[in-house]
């Protein structure tokens, strides 16, 4: 006869199945404390946009909107005072447009290089050492900024009429900083393009090159863009590097080669400042960060659509 | 493509000659193509072969994959490679185009003749022997592109000059699929159904005008009314290219192969053939046990 896993008869059968209430109770405690953590980053996030924009409600009850949109030039701390942002958005953009300019190539260039080119014991060995990259403190790039690019590269070459303080150096620093995570992520996301697609490509007489560039690349393109707009969330948000290396100059420009000033560094200095609680000075730099802040925002809801509007989906 | 045309009518001749061959066992060791020393393929008689394998053997790493394969694939013929898994014969489709070193540490020795001319030769370019060596997967992996961009790539990565639009109209006809998706052709080669996607990725081989088709193992992943239409339009394909198919379906093989080739993978873990020959020979009057035993269900 067959041996039956329940010996002591249908009783022990309802024994084996019910509901154990102490151990429910574990999990019920275990997802209370799972719901409290995501709660408190929630609730800290909120607190942060509150707090961002009710401090500018009022620096806005001071200076009008329209001066703010409507003014070219940014100059807080003489007078005539004025507060016209697009100065310092136009430093922000300047350093990240110039800093894609530099990474973006260079960086799809190693993407493409480590996922199809390189053996596997090189990428093994490269590309934890590229990672290894984006552990650099930040302040270092800044010196290094100054110290070797500006002084002892671009000087040497552009001439001593170069200001100390100059967009290129802190754009060439952004660059190498986002770099790493341009590489490492492209490079991911063309690594899990099926080996199909590359195989049928091949199997058409494509050289390795139009094998990246013309099916790996646009298959991997969402995680393509995903890291150049990490890249580019990074760089808009950096501090240290534009703080030091770009100067203290707000300045409608593209050029690279004139000191600026950016938001991040405009609301850097003014914390590191004097600037008294209740000041003007002070109210607006939580009207920069609402700026900062709507741009990025602005700019990850649109590359979002973007992405998902552009990407070739495979299976 | 005036290359193409050429090798066409040259193909058609050989092809008169191939039946008079077949009837006429004799003919083989006059034709030339074959040297009798090594005798790529007992048994079987046609005329300049397309291939010619000569003590083909195969490594990955240190594992050996195929040893000594000797044999010789007809032209406008379809040859079936059959045999249990693990038995080489993916590995041996590979050697055909070169595929297989897009796997590193591969080695291989032994020579692979297409034409008479060993394309393991040193100043042979890879990427110029795929360009002529048509193939076709397991798994249908059309690109997540546009039926159009699927059809048109390999012409434009080959730097076709004519008119696209004609030529990936005449690559879906032959491949039986235009009739299907002539109305969008803008739509992602995704979107279509298995057997579709497996027949543009056949109309994607045939636009970059080669003369012969290795697939491997085409239907696998296909239900059996698209595993049908593959093979009649496999059977229609062989009028103008050679085809040579990986198969693990035994009744497929006899079904669309003109010949048919047994493997069988030694002790050592390598594939070898066992036996080759016309297709209804080896199906039912195969002279070695081995091949009868896997053909009856015996094992594999």
Redesign the interface.
């Known amino acids: 006869m067959q041996q039956t896993l329940y010996p002591g008869g249908p009783g022990a059968v309802h024994q084996a199945l019910r509901k154990r209430p102490l151990k429910r109770r574990g999990e019920f405690l275990i997802m209370g404390m799972l719901v409290l953590c995501a709660t408190v980053s929630l609730v800290t996030t909120g607190l942060i946009i509150y707090v961002l924009f009710s401090e500018s409600a009022t620096f806005f009850r001071e200076v009008s909107l329209a001066d703010f949109f409507l003014e070219t030039e940014w100059q807080p701390l003489f007078d005539p005072v004025s507060f016209g942002i697009w100065e310092l958005v136009m430093g922000t953009f300047n350093v990240v447009f110039w800093a894609l300019v530099m990474a973006v190539p260079i960086g799809m260039a190693t993407a493409i290089y480590l996922s199809e080119y390189a053996?596997?014991r090189t990428r093994r060995v490269l590309k934890p050492v590229l990672e290894s990259l984006a552990g650099v403190p930040t302040v270092v790039y800044a010196y290094f900024a100054v110290n070797v690019i500006t002084l002892q590269i671009l000087r040497p070459l552009l001439g001593n009429d170069l200001p100390i303080f100059n967009s290129l150096s802190a754009s060439i620093m952004l660059a190498v900083m986002v770099l790493p995570t341009i590489a490492s992520m492209s490079e991911d996301a063309m690594a899990s393009v099926?080996r199909?697609?590359?195989?049928?490509?091949?199997?058409?007489?494509?050289?390795r090159l139009?094998v990246a560039v013309?099916?790996v690349v646009?298959?991997a393109l969402s995680g393509v863009m995903a890291s150049i707009l990490l890249a580019i969330a990074r760089a808009i948000g950096e501090t240290m590097i534009v703080a030091i290396a770009a100067g203290s100059t707000p300045r409608l420009t593209l050029s690279p080669l004139e000191s600026i000033q950016t938001m991040t560094g405009y609301m850097l200095q003014v914390g590191l400042g004097d600037a008294a609680r209740g000041t003007i000075d002070y109210q607006s730099l939580f009207a920069v960060a609402a700026m900062l802040f709507l741009i990025t925002f602005a700019f990850n809801v649109a590359s979002t659509m973007l992405v998902n509007r552009f990407r070739?989906?495979?299976? | 493509m005036a290359r193409l045309d050429l090798e066409t009518v040259a193909t058609r001749t050989r092809d008169q000659e191939l039946q008079e061959g077949d009837r006429a066992a004799t003919k083989m060791s006059t034709s030339g193509g074959l040297r009798p020393a090594t005798e790529p393929s007992p048994g079987i008689s046609f005329g300049e072969p397309l291939f010619v394998l000569r003590d083909l053997s195969f490594w990955y790493g240190n594992k050996p994959a195929l040893a000594d394969v000797t044999m010789a694939f007809p032209v406008n013929r379809v040859t079936a490679l059959i045999g249990p898994s693990g038995c080489g014969k993916s590995t041996l489709l590979r050697c055909l185009n070169r595929m297989n070193e897009l796997i590193p540490g591969v080695r291989l020795t032994g020579e692979v003749t297409y034409h008479s001319q060993d394309i393991y030769a040193s100043d042979i370019d890879p990427v110029e022997v795929r360009r002529r060596i048509g193939m076709v997967f397991q798994k249908p992996n059309p690109f997540p592109k546009s039926i159009y961009d699927n059809v048109a790539f390999g012409a434009r990565v080959n730097g076709y000059r004519g008119d696209m639009d004609e030529l990936v109209e005449r690559s879906l006809k032959q491949a039986a699929l235009f009739d299907e998706v002539k109305d969008d052709l803008r739509k992602s080669g995704l979107a279509l159904s298995g057997g579709q996607q497996q027949r543009l990725c056949i109309a994607r081989a045939l636009a970059v005008g080669p003369d012969v088709i290795l697939m491997d193992e085409p239907c696998s992943a296909l239900d059996p009314f698209a595993t049908l239409k593959i093979e009649d339009l496999i059977r229609e394909l062989v009028e103008d290219f050679t085809i040579i198919i990986v198969t693990h379906n035994m009744q497929q093989a006899a079904r669309v192969s003109d010949f048919t080739a047994f493997m069988l993978a030694g002790e050592d873990g390598a594939g070898r053939l066992i036996e080759y020959g016309p297709t209804e020979k080896v199906f039912t009057n195969p002279e070695e046990q081995r091949t009868e035993d896997y053909i009856t269900g015996r094992f594999g």
Do not use: M, Q, S
């Open positions: 053996a596997p099926p199909d697609l590359r195989e049928a490509a091949y199997g058409l007489g494509a050289t139009e013309r099916v646009p298959a070739e989906v495979y299976e």
